[in-house]
């Protein structure tokens, strides 16, 4: 992250329009964009495992995001996680559930799976 500045980017449809950068966004700003369409994406964040095949896979990519001109729908900073190609923007009390959901899943039903797979392959189911 760095310090907040002042950006001007050239739009199609409001000319030259200056905002400040917050400190969280990693984004370059580029001209030529609508002004509605102004982004703000800080660092994205990813849950990563290894398979047994040593690949390195990442899933869950998160970052926070911000559309400062935003004409439809919220210009509050929120967080978007990619879930199944999809890419759903998540408040705080979202993001709190959105991680109850991960563990429950976790312990209710990846970790029992696990433990079934194990009898299956040592031979007692």
Same mark, same amino acid.
């Given at each position: 992250? =760095? +310090?907040?500045? +002042?950006?001007?980017v050239q739009t199609l449809d409001h000319g030259p329009v200056e905002f400040v950068e917050p400190d969280w966004c990693v984004a370059v700003h580029? #001209?030529?964009?609508?002004?509605?369409?102004?982004?703000h994406d800080g660092v994205e964040y990813a849950a990563a495992?290894?398979?047994?095949?040593?690949?390195? *896979?990442?899933?869950l990519k998160a970052n926070?995001?911000?559309?400062p001109f935003? $004409?439809?729908?919220?210009?509050?900073? =929120? *967080? *978007? *996680? $990619?879930? #199944?190609? $999809?890419?759903?923007?998540? #408040? +705080? +009390?979202?993001?709190?559930?959105l991680a109850s959901a991960l563990t429950g899943y976790a312990l209710h039903t990846l970790l029992p799976l696990r433990e079934q797979l194990r009898?299956?392959?040592e031979g007692g189911a």
């Amino acid at each position: 992250m =760095s +310090a907040a500045r +002042a950006v001007t980017v050239q739009t199609l449809d409001h000319g030259p329009v200056e905002f400040v950068e917050p400190d969280w966004c990693v984004a370059v700003h580029v #001209d030529g964009n609508h002004r509605s369409g102004i982004r703000h994406d800080g660092v994205e964040y990813a849950a990563a495992v290894t398979t047994p095949e040593g690949a390195r *896979v990442e899933f869950l990519k998160a970052n926070l995001q911000q559309f400062p001109f935003a $004409e439809h729908g919220s210009r509050d900073v =929120s *967080v *978007v *996680v $990619e879930i #199944d190609g $999809e890419h759903p923007e998540f #408040d +705080a +009390a979202g993001l709190w559930d959105l991680a109850s959901a991960l563990t429950g899943y976790a312990l209710h039903t990846l970790l029992p799976l696990r433990e079934q797979l194990r009898a299956i392959q040592e031979g007692g189911a």
